[in-house]
């Protein structure tokens, strides 16, 4: 799917927004996610980490629950920003996670505390991946 301007934009911003309210006392390192979904509503979420480290919630897994609480059911694009130069692409478990909601060509726009570095789609970050329609045969 094709984003306009307007739209890539106004999720990178609220991305942006949302990374600084994240809960990051041992990596330092803010990320916030921003989802519009099928009712064209948004969805926000940010890291939160936990001294017991594997059960802390990444921003896209908060954006998504965000949404469902929210009943929606479909990503139509989401935003992820993070601070630093390098690209702050979502994490093996939230690309399963985004494909549970979202099509292969699902855009994934990536940034930083400074702009928009760069505009993927789902099957670019996770090929040939496993989704609900192959439990449906």
Do not use: W
Not at 29 to 42: P, R, S, T
Not at 88 to 112: K, V
Request: charged share 20%; glycine share 8%.
């Amino acid at each position: 799917m094709k984003l306009d301007n307007s739209t890539t934009n106004n999720l990178y911003i609220k991305a942006s927004k949302i990374m600084e309210a994240a809960y990051v006392p041992y990596s330092k390192f803010k990320v916030g996610a921003a989802i519009l979904d099928e009712n064209d509503n948004y969805h926000v979420g940010c890291n939160v980490e936990n001294a017991a480290y594997p059960i802390g919630n990444c921003a896209e897994a908060s954006a998504i629950s965000s949404m469902i609480i929210s009943k929606g059911t479909k990503i139509i694009a989401i935003a992820v920003t993070g601070y630093g130069d390098m690209l702050c692409t979502p994490c093996g478990g939230c690309r399963q996670r985004i494909r549970e909601f979202s099509s292969l060509n699902t855009p994934i726009i990536i940034g930083n505390e400074k702009k928009i570095q760069k505009i993927f789609t789902l099957n670019d970050l996770l090929p040939y991946s496993f989704g609900p329609e192959n439990l449906n045969n």
